[in-house]
């Protein structure tokens, strides 16, 4: 969209006319009529104050009309609404963003979209461009799926290979509606489920999109050869995860992100070996570059010899993954980083809900100051780990000190929390609520490890279980302890072997024979980049995906639905709706890189890069990034409130400035120089965590995975406020976060009703 400032102003000869400065560009109409006949096909209008007070006296009318105008075209023609821009401060009229959500019903959304939008013949493919930033699982399959198409991809990964992208981690699984269990799931119930889970925080079209293609996703994997588990009759094995009742979640062995990740690799190996991709190992995009309004290419950093280049394309797909490492310490691998988002953030892509992060229930608890990285456990272990605390705190206290094991405490003096309070969903209610229920039972004393900060994880019950059937299925004696625990613990083993000896490696415990210990980590980010149906950010040809963009989770994320929507996303949403944008430009002929907005845009990334290598401060890279994460944690972690939200607001914007003053990053700009990269990231982080803390203050309800403290019921539960906060909000860059502009997306729900969440 094009910004228009408006000027009004009495001619010599007498006549009135109006000039329009657009951004590359100036009209000047004469006359009234004309003027109202173009003013009602702008997009946006920004009113500028007039230069003086006779001028002001002169233009008092026409401004007068014109806003009057503008209010009558955005109430007729595109519902969208304007703001007034003064000097330093900005009124919102409700401005309404367009999600561009087709006609129809629901179910029919889709396939009647897909049916009507525009494509881009075999022949014509070739003619374009289009560049992806990341390669995990979301820009490998759309790398690789655009690359078959035929469209020549540039693809680019800060790593030494795109097969080390940070969804390799990803153990659990991946959901879809396949009702192989013949349990009750369909395409509605992976829908609802996940509307749901979100706490109502999502587009119903979007969802049920992903609910869609789902089934999809598995027929492709398996295609490739992605070893899922199978059952002993050689059909695909599924089982449940957190916030669901059905079985849906395929897995291999706690591989699951690995084995998706070399099926997506493996298509993408095929295309850069027919050369339909160039693959750019070891760069870092630093800005995007926008011409005449659109993306038309990106300016990156060559992360071994340290040179700045330029790419040109028609079309640029960001799918760089979450912002999780604001918080420092994270499940996250610590090279994951927001930087890609940021930089079209920072050029007109707008940032939805960046308040809307996930805390991840099963992970090992931190271990010192020392770490870098927290170690998660799949979520698939709440399937059959049973979660508890002592009742008594005295037995709390002994096994602090270490004169009580756990396994020594008695059945009645356990309480096994989650199946206490929510009986029908027990250990596998979702990951907000789990999270949560574990940190009000520490608050109140009864964490089980040193630091009081975990809760117990255990698998006894499990095992004696599979040990009796197996002992039926075998015809042995289902009472002997030694031969139940014996077939038992194998069972388990074939679910979870290498969970159990990952946790043992790390904690030396034999998890088989005392119970693991878990805690609430930061993991998921559901906030992102803001972006249409068609997966487009507000900048036109600037696309984001997976969870580089504000996704489909809305304020809580269903365990094994990140990897869904990634691979949804890259193989079978964005090749059909980039098409359609793509169409424009058969004709464009290649994206020159020798222009004006290209050096621009380079220049602004080498004065950055200055900036930061000739500050010679005092404090390390690491230094500004664990007080910044550790701010976050405190203020913008599990629970949020009012006084703790302002303090982290202030907090963060200090931090940043200290950063500037007083930062040390060592070594050169040519060459290979981890430091600052890890510089240029953070000050990225240092910017979107005060955003982050600025969208929950302004949040004043309780979903999902944002909770603020003075929004609860009784029992202690997110209290949403659905009369004035059911929509999305999108923040504009106006210079700094502290000056962000909000718009608001309203949500509207013509098929599940809106109610409080209860899994009891």
């Known amino acids: 969209m094009k910004k228009v400032k408006i000027r009004y102003r009495k001619n010599a000869n007498g006549t009135s006319s109006i000039r329009l400065n657009f951004f590359d560009g100036y009209e000047t109409i004469d006359g009234k009529r004309k003027a109202k006949r173009l003013i009602k096909t702008l997009p946006f209008h920004l009113f500028t104050s007039p230069k003086s007070k006779k001028e002001e006296k002169i233009n008092f009318n026409y401004k007068k009309e014109a806003e ?49 939008i525009n494509l881009v013949s075999p022949a014509n493919k070739r003619l374009i461009d289009v560049i992806v930033v990341g390669t995990g699982l979301a820009g490998a399959s759309a790398s690789a799926t655009l690359a078959e198409l035929g469209y020549n991809v540039k693809t680019f990964c800060f790593q030494d290979s795109p097969r080390r992208a940070h969804s390799i981690a990803a153990q659990g699984g991946i959901n879809a509606a396949k009702n192989y269990q013949g349990d009750g799931d369909s395409t509605y119930r992976l829908f609802y489920d996940t509307i749901k889970g979100g706490d109502y925080r999502s587009r119903e079209a979007n969802v049920h999109r992903l609910a869609e293609v789902s089934t999809n996703i598995i027929d492709q994997c398996v295609a490739q050869g992605v070893p899922f588990a199978r059952d002993y009759g050689g059909l695909l094995d599924n089982r449940s995860f957190g916030g669901v009742l059905v079985s849906r979640t395929f897995y291999a062995k706690g591989q699951t992100g690995q084995q998706l990740l070399l099926g997506a690799y493996s298509a993408m190996n095929r ?130 000190e270490g004169s009580l094991k756990p396994t020594e405490i008695k059945e009645e003096n356990r309480d096994y929390y989650l199946e206490r309070r929510y009986p029908a969903f027990g250990n596998l209610v979702p990951r ?11 608050d109140a004393g009864f964490g089980v490890n040193k630091t009081g900060e975990a809760v117990y994880l255990d698998f006894a019950s499990a095992i004696i279980r599979y040990g009796k059937e197996q002992a039926h299925i075998k015809g042995l004696d289902e009472n002997n302890i030694q031969i139940v625990k014996k077939l038992g613990k194998q069972v388990v083993k074939s679910k979870y072997g290498n969970l159990f000896q990952m946790y043992e490696k790390i904690v030396d415990q034999n998890p ?228 962000a502009i909000l718009h608001k997306e309203k949500l509207t729900f013509e098929n599940v009703e809106l109610k409080t969440r209860s899994y009891k």
Not at 314 to 328: L, P
Not at 432 to 442: I, L, T
Not at 523 to 552: K, Q, R
Not at 699 to 705: D, F, H, I, K, Q
Request: proline share 3%.
């Open 68 to 116: 009057k105008i503008a209010l009558q075209w955005e109430k007729t023609l595109l519902k969208e609404k304007i703001y007034l821009k003064g000097n330093n401060e900005t009124k919102l009229k409700d401005f309404q963003l367009n999600s561009k959500i087709p006609e129809g019903s629901l179910e029919q959304k889709w396939s009647n979209h897909k049916g009507k």
């Open 512 to 739: 088989y024979e005392t119970p693991m210990m878990i805690y609430p980590a930061v993991h998921y980010t559901m906030g992102g980049v803001w972006v249409d149906y068609n997966l487009m950010t507000t900048i036109p040809g600037c696309f984001a995906i997976g969870e580089a963009n504000f996704s489909d989770h809305a304020a809580n994320r269903l365990g094994a639905s990140a990897l869904m929507q990634g691979l949804a996303d890259g193989y079978f949403v964005l090749p059909y709706t980039i098409g359609d944008y793509l169409s424009a430009d058969i004709r464009t002929g290649p994206i020159s890189t020798e222009t004006k907005e290209f050096e621009l845009a380079q220049k602004s990334v080498e004065e950055k890069i200055d900036k930061l290598l000739f500050n010679k401060g005092q404090k390390s890279v690491d230094y500004f990034h664990k007080k910044l994460g550790k701010i976050i944690w405190d203020k913008c972690g599990m629970a949020r409130n009012k006084k703790g939200l302002e303090e982290a607001i202030q907090e963060v914007k200090q931090l940043r400035s200290e950063f500037y003053k007083n930062v040390n990053v060592t070594g050169k700009k040519e060459g290979y120089n981890e430091t600052l990269s890890k510089a240029l990231r953070v000050a990225d982080f240092l910017e979107l965590g005060e955003l982050f803390a600025k969208d929950a203050l302004s949040r004043e309800e309780s979903c999902g995975g944002h909770f603020r403290e003075e929004h609860q019921t009784k029992e202690g539960e997110a209290l949403r406020n659905d009369k004035e906060y059911n929509f999305v909000s999108a923040w504009e860059y106006n210079g700094e976060p502290s000056k």
């Open 271 to 400: 295309q850069i070996g027919r050369g339909k991709i160039k693959m750019f190992n070891r760069h870092e995009m630093m800005d995007i570059v926008i011409i005449d309004g659109k993306a038309r290419g990106i300016i990156t950093r060559n992360l071994v010899n340290g040179k700045i280049e330029r790419h040109g394309a028609h079309a640029v797909v960001i799918a760089s993954g979450g912002y999780g490492n604001v918080f420092f310490l994270s499940t996250n691998a610590m090279g994951s980083n927001a930087s890609a988002s940021w930089k079209i953030h920072k050029k007109g892509a707008y940032f939805a809900n960046p308040c809307f992060t996930q805390i991840h229930p099963t992970c090992i608890p931190v271990s010192g100051d020392h770490q870098s990285k927290l170690t998660l456990m799949s979520e698939s272990l709440r399937n059959d780990g049973r979660i508890w605390v002592p009742k008594n705190l005295g037995d709390v206290k002994a096994i602090r």
């Open 432 to 442: 907000d609520v789990a999270s949560r229920a574990a940190k009000e039972r520490c």
